[in-house]
């Protein structure tokens, strides 16, 4: 199990993060994003592509 | 002997090329070389937000610089010296030390340089926007009621024009040969944008070049910048004059080794140089094949190319060591953004391509309201551009860029015909 954080003084809802991981992030109605805290080993190459097309780099692997 | 690859560059393209070869299993030695004296850093904010606010050269640093992969480990950093010179048959780079580096493969990301006006007059106080010093630079003189001239109109130009205006400046825009952003928006939108500026206080000048720097009429400031003349004659007096005409690929170091260096480095669909050997390119000194147009080999200077280059490259460049086919090629879908007085504008393809262009929602002359545009050559969608739309629709028009569906398919999608 891995664990993100997105540092939301930082995010600025580009959904980037949503194309390279839809398993983990989602983009709402209103255009905020929401994405799931912990995720399975098996979505690990996602969510680094997910930290990697962030354009404000806010998303953060917790160790 | 322990096998090497050297990267050419040492910014976003460099950071993501190793993170790419160590996470397609490359365990030789990486070394990346730079002119730079900072680590790899986060450009887009230079003409935006850090512009703004920058804070001290610490804080500006820490807030851009780029955060490298927990897996690239063991990469071996030279900053502060570019590469001047590479004999692709012997294998060696030259770094501007005199060292001579040898590699077993190469990776080109070497990356932009700012154009430059050519016209006569002083030199001195013309700013560009490329590196974090650029942008400590300008922001130093970006007081409020300040004349600024920001010259081109293009993504940085006018990024500089609406944070120079946020900031209190008196700001003109010449936009130069086309409207605003007008390659990447297609003629409608850049109008909407204009008129958009100019809501908000920036004027625009269109349809002149500049044909002469003034002098500031200033005994104290001899040989610096006070204004410009364009080729209509009209004469701008300015206290700030901004150059964001564009950008020259950093090609002369590979001069001397039989590449086609005409516009960047000429690469096959696999990121690979042609006639090169173990060399690949990434980035937008990358000029390659779009297999999803099927138009010619050209650069992109959007953002995420670095990354989904990077990704094509290392794989690449391993399977060519290792005397195996690359992996089958894919096709990056370049997108882009801006953000204008905290409107944000998001774009997917290749909008410059296209031979027809439809608004799908909203009305192109007020961007501010919510407008979604599409592009399309020979009747296929191969563009879409938001303005004032939440990225969730941005997204939608995104997949069908990417299935390149009729527009009729997007207006019965849900959430999308309603909202306007």
């Known amino acids: 199990m891995g664990n993100i954080h997105v540092d939301r003084k930082l995010c600025d809802n580009h959904g980037q993060c949503a194309i390279a991981a839809p398993d983990v992030f989602r983009m709402n109605d209103d255009g905020i994003l929401e994405f799931d805290e912990g995720f399975a080993d098996t979505l690990l190459d996602e969510v680094e592509e997910a930290i990697d097309v962030c354009p404000v780099q806010a998303i953060f692997l917790k160790d | ?420």
Request: glycine residues 12%.
């Open chain 2, 1 to 420: 002997m322990s096998s090497r690859i050297v990267v050419a560059g040492a910014s976003m393209g460099g950071l993501r090329a190793a993170e790419q070869l160590r996470a397609a299993g490359w365990e030789g030695e990486i070394v990346v070389v730079g002119e730079e004296a900072h680590p790899p850093y986060n450009r887009p904010p230079l003409s935006k937000a850090l512009l703004a606010a920058p804070g001290t050269p610490e804080e500006a640093l820490a807030a851009v610089q780029f955060r490298p992969r927990a897996s690239a480990t063991g990469i071996e950093w030279r900053l502060g010296t570019g590469i001047v010179a590479a004999d692709l048959a012997a294998r060696t780079v030259t770094l501007g030390s005199g060292e001579s580096i040898s590699y077993d493969g190469l990776v080109i990301a070497t990356g932009l340089r700012p154009a430059r006006i050519v016209a006569p007059g002083p030199l001195g106080g013309r700013h560009v926007v490329r590196s974090l010093e650029d942008t400590l630079a300008l922001h130093k003189e970006l007081v409020p009621g300040a004349r600024v001239l920001v010259v081109g109109s293009g993504f940085i130009g006018c990024e500089v024009a609406a944070t120079a205006s946020e900031l209190g400046c008196s700001t003109v825009l010449v936009e130069g040969a086309s409207g605003p952003m007008e390659r990447s928006l297609g003629k409608e939108l850049a109008d909407g944008v204009r008129g958009f500026l100019n809501a908000r206080g920036v004027e625009t000048h269109s349809g002149a070049r500049v044909t002469e720097f003034l002098t500031k009429e200033n005994g104290n400031d001899a040989g610096t910048c006070g204004g410009v003349v364009l080729s209509d004659g009209t004469r701008l007096a300015a206290d700030v004059v901004v150059e964001a005409v564009g950008s020259h690929p950093n090609t002369e170091w590979l001069q001397g080794n039989g590449l086609d260096l005409s516009d960047g480095v000429l690469c096959d669909e696999h990121l690979r140089v042609v006639n090169a050997g173990p060399v690949v390119a990434v980035g937008d000194v990358a000029r390659f094949p779009d297999l999803r147009t099927g138009a010619g080999a050209r650069r992109v200077e959007h953002w995420a190319i670095p990354t989904d280059t990077a990704k094509i490259a290392a794989p690449a460049l391993l399977a060519y060591l290792a005397g195996e086919d690359p992996p089958a090629a894919s096709a990056p879908l370049p997108s882009f953004w801006t953000d204008l007085f905290k409107i944000r504008i998001q774009g997917v393809g290749s909008p410059a391509l296209a031979d027809s262009v439809e608004v799908f929602e909203g009305d192109a002359s007020a961007p501010e309201a919510g407008v979604a545009v599409g592009y399309f050559r020979a009747g296929r969608l191969i563009g879409a551009v938001t303005a004032g739309l939440p990225a969730g629709i941005q997204l939608r028009y995104r997949t069908a860029v990417l299935n390149q569906e009729p527009p009729g398919a997007l207006a019965v999608a849900p959430g999308v015909a309603s909202r306007t």
